[in-house]
């Protein structure tokens, strides 16, 4: 009897921590950690990363171009592709304030918009140094809503880059199909020419690892994909979502997401930031032709 009354209360007290548990984790004004200075990087090393800025409205559902622009800049990025820069639907205009965006980060978007108003396509931008030299593909990608992705070959003081920026679909068939699509697109682009060191940044979409990933489509490519670090949710990041992914092996290390407070409450998804070796990217090709 006294041992059934000791483990009743063990669990009793098991449970009340885990309500209390639950109810700190569902709380909005729940502390994230402060913004941590990127580091240096080492000469011929630049920092990109990866941003879905939820078309700047904050997991507090207000529309903040300003707040994004900050965030940007924490990042102290080279180069940042950000998916949902344009309204989804009616006249696709773009959300961030350039003027803002320039000033706070030093970056501007790449003119991919039929609109002179328009930050990307499909949602998709590019934001670099301005005054980049850059030639710009768009791709529309097949699927069951519309899909798109930029190809960006770019000429950096760090040597030539091909830059993917791109945002999948919600389902699974749809996201293999697309991975195909810039694959077909990546190979024509190639034809006759050497191989340029690329990037592929975006929100993919996929939270499976392993043989259920929709993203194994790029491995003859981009060769074996390992489980990235949780992006998704920004309150409580427990998805994959968010990807920074390189070719040659080699190129891309040090992938990692930005969580700082500001971070958490400006979009549903936190950044994703990467180094990227540009000085040395010449030998990686070699080895990996």
Not at 60 to 81: C, K, S, Y
Not at 187 to 201: I, K, N, R, S, V
Request: aromatic fraction near 4%; charge should be positive; proline fraction near 9%.
């Amino acid at each position: 009897m006294t041992a059934r009354l000791k483990v009743s209360a063990r669990l009793r007290r098991t449970s009340a921590a885990v309500q209390g548990l639950l109810v700190e984790l569902r709380r909005p004004s729940r502390l994230a950690p402060l913004p941590v200075p990127p580091p240096r990087l080492q000469p011929g090393i630049m920092r990109v990363a990866s941003y879905n800025i939820h078309k700047c409205v904050g997991t507090d559902r207000r529309f903040d171009p300003a707040r994004t622009a900050a965030v940007i800049a924490e990042l102290g990025a080279d180069l940042v592709a950000v998916q949902e820069a344009d309204r989804r639907f009616g006249r696709r205009v773009g959300l961030m304030d350039p003027a803002t965006l320039e000033r706070e980060t030093g970056l501007a978007p790449l003119p991919v918009s039929d609109l002179p108003d328009g930050h990307g396509w499909h949602g998709n931008a590019i934001l670099v140094r301005p005054g980049t030299p850059a030639r710009i593909r768009r791709l529309a990608l097949p699927g069951a809503e519309p899909r798109g992705a930029l190809v960006a070959e770019l000429d950096l003081p760090g040597g030539r880059l091909r830059v993917v920026a791109a945002h999948l679909g919600l389902l699974r068939r749809c996201r293999a199909r697309q991975a195909a699509a810039i694959l077909r697109a990546l190979a024509e682009d190639a034809e006759g020419e050497a191989p340029l060191p690329t990037l592929l940044l975006g929100d993919l979409n996929e939270w499976r690892p392993g043989a259920k990933s929709s993203l194994r489509v790029f491995e003859p490519f981009f060769g074996p994909l390992v489980h990235g670090p949780a992006s998704f949710p920004t309150r409580l990041p427990v998805l994959a979502l968010d990807r920074i992914l390189g070719w040659p092996r080699g190129v891309v290390s040090d992938v990692a997401v930005h969580d700082s407070a500001l971070a958490r409450i400006a979009s549903d998804h936190l950044p994703l930031t990467a180094a990227v070796r540009l000085g040395a990217t010449s030998g990686l090709v070699s080895e990996a032709a």
